[in-house]
């Protein structure tokens, strides 16, 4: 199983955009990359997934380059609340594990 | 959001003592999971359920059991706790079995093993 390796800690200030970034070399080619959200004292939270190129929804954007061996979550215009710990996962039908994630703290 | 409850939501219990946590689930999904997590870790899995009767084991599934006798419900329990199992314990579930695919959690149980 990949593994993966976030910053364990970033900061930004309300109405920023927010790049967090995923590193997994090992990446399996039956691999998909999934994101989660979570809140102090709540359980996690699906953001966003994605297996090559671009993905985007309501609340987020995923950016894989061709090699996929990283990945970048982009949260535009981040508020007070998306404070929380984002958790980059990399695994397969059969595996995926959540790695220690990345606290981002937003700021007025 | 996703029809999950954990009960109790706080326990402290003591060294030996066994101890059973209870995820409860509305949405009729087939797949459900219990996770424990710790300062400094992401979310491990413990064991897993594909269906009524139908268990397997996770990532750290030394020291607990699990049984799922009904759709809705999967039990997770620690026959003789131990501190090491002090955490706090997830619940999840999800349509699809492949573990890729969006999971929904519950509020989760904070366990102190004294």
């Known amino acids: 199983l990949a593994k993966t390796t976030q910053p364990i800690s970033m900061d930004s200030y309300e109405g920023q955009e927010v790049n967090i970034t995923c590193s997994h070399n090992?990446?399996?080619?039956?691999?998909?990359i999934t994101w989660y959200q979570q809140f102090p004292s709540q359980g996690p939270r699906f953001i966003i997934q994605?297996?090559?190129t671009k993905v985007t929804n309501e609340v987020a954007s995923l950016f894989i380059p061709a090699d996929r061996k990283s990945s970048t979550l982009s949260l535009p215009r981040v508020s007070l609340s998306d404070t929380a710990v984002y958790y980059c996962?990399?695994?397969?039908?059969?595996?995926?594990?959540f790695g220690a994630g990345t606290r981002l703290t937003v700021k007025p | 959001d996703a029809g999950i409850t954990q009960s109790p939501r706080h326990k402290v219990t003591e060294t030996g003592t066994p101890v059973t946590l209870r995820c409860h689930q509305t949405e009729n999904h087939r797949y459900m999971y219990w996770y424990r997590q710790d300062p400094g870790h992401g979310l491990r899995l413990i064991h897993y359920s594909y269906g009524v009767k139908d268990t397997d084991k996770g990532e750290v599934s030394d020291g607990y059991s699990v049984s799922r006798s009904k759709t809705e419900d999967f039990l997770l329990t620690l026959e003789s706790a131990t501190s090491s199992q002090t955490s706090v314990y997830f619940c999840a579930i999800s349509e699809s079995g492949d573990r890729y695919n969006e999971q929904f959690f519950g509020p989760g149980t904070r366990l102190t093993v004294l």
């Open positions: 090992n990446i399996a080619t039956n691999d998909y």
């Open positions: 996962l990399v695994g397969n039908n059969n595996d995926m594990r």
């Open positions: 994605g297996y090559k």
